[in-house]
């Protein structure tokens, strides 16, 4: 089965599709040479080049901003500020 997730309006960070496209539209600017041939060349270089594992990360920081804004109901800002603290594993 699939599972349909309805996210709000305006909050791409629980949506990890978008920071796919984001990777992809970084590999296209860095790879272009801005026509429009070359431009249509690399779009499929840009979406084959976003691996699995930044696939998965991108999943788990969603993730992350979900269950951040289900535990402690915040605004986006606070809720990014909260997900980007480094926390080290070292630490007590």
């Given at each position: 089965?699939i599972?349909?997730?309805?996210?709000?309006?305006?909050?791409?960070?629980?949506?990890?599709?978008?920071?796919?496209?984001?990777a992809?539209?970084r590999?296209?600017?860095?790879?272009?040479?801005?026509?429009?041939?070359?431009?249509?060349?690399?779009?499929?270089?840009?979406?084959?080049?976003?691996?699995?594992?930044?696939?998965?990360?991108?999943?788990?920081?969603?993730?992350?901003?979900m269950?951040?804004?289900?535990?402690?109901?915040?605004?986006?800002?606070?809720?990014?500020?909260?997900?980007?603290?480094?926390?080290?594993?070292?630490?007590?």
């Amino acid at each position: 089965g699939i599972l349909l997730l309805y996210t709000p309006k305006f909050h791409p960070e629980l949506n990890p599709i978008e920071r796919k496209w984001g990777a992809a539209k970084r590999f296209a600017r860095d790879n272009c040479s801005y026509s429009l041939t070359a431009l249509r060349a690399v779009i499929p270089q840009a979406l084959d080049s976003v691996r699995l594992y930044l696939s998965r990360r991108f999943h788990e920081k969603s993730l992350r901003y979900m269950a951040i804004y289900e535990a402690v109901r915040c605004s986006a800002p606070l809720a990014d500020l909260i997900c980007r603290t480094y926390r080290s594993h070292r630490r007590v």
